[in-house]
């Protein structure tokens, strides 16, 4: 089994900054990307940004040029740096890792994860 836990969330003033933290443990093969949602009340859960295990990265329109994700591969960590947050930046931040479990069942196939999620809200 894989579990993400996810860390970082928290209330910051319009203009502020956040880093979010997602570290994935258990069973674990190989991690083919990780990346974050995010889901505001009465709304769907939407990307906001992925990682690939090679470093390639994808950004939500709405917030390339201020979120910056990154990845330390060695721990099986992703972290997502917030800047310049806005009160629509406000929702559940969901972690996401697309992963091949360990373990001796062939052919390894990836599933995905999911964290438990965290809440950035961001108000004056």
């Known amino acids: 089994q894989v579990q993400l836990v996810e860390s970082g969330g928290g209330l910051v003033q319009p203009g502020g900054s956040l880093r979010l933290s997602c570290a994935a443990s258990?069973?674990?093969?190989?991690?083919?990307?990780m990346g974050w949602y995010r889901q505001a009340p009465g709304m769907q859960r939407e990307l906001v940004a992925v990682?690939?295990?090679?470093?390639?990265?994808n950004y939500a329109d709405s917030v390339k040029g201020r979120f910056t994700i990154s990845r330390d591969n060695a721990k099986n960590t992703a972290y997502l740096q917030m800047n310049s947050l806005k009160p629509e930046n406000t929702a559940v931040y969901y972690c996401n890792a697309n992963v091949i479990p360990g373990g001796s069942v062939l052919p390894r196939r990836p599933y995905d994860y999911w964290g438990q999620g965290t809440q950035v809200t961001v108000s004056s």
């Open positions: 990682i690939t295990s090679g470093g390639s990265t």
């Open positions: 258990g069973s674990i093969f190989s991690i083919l990307s």
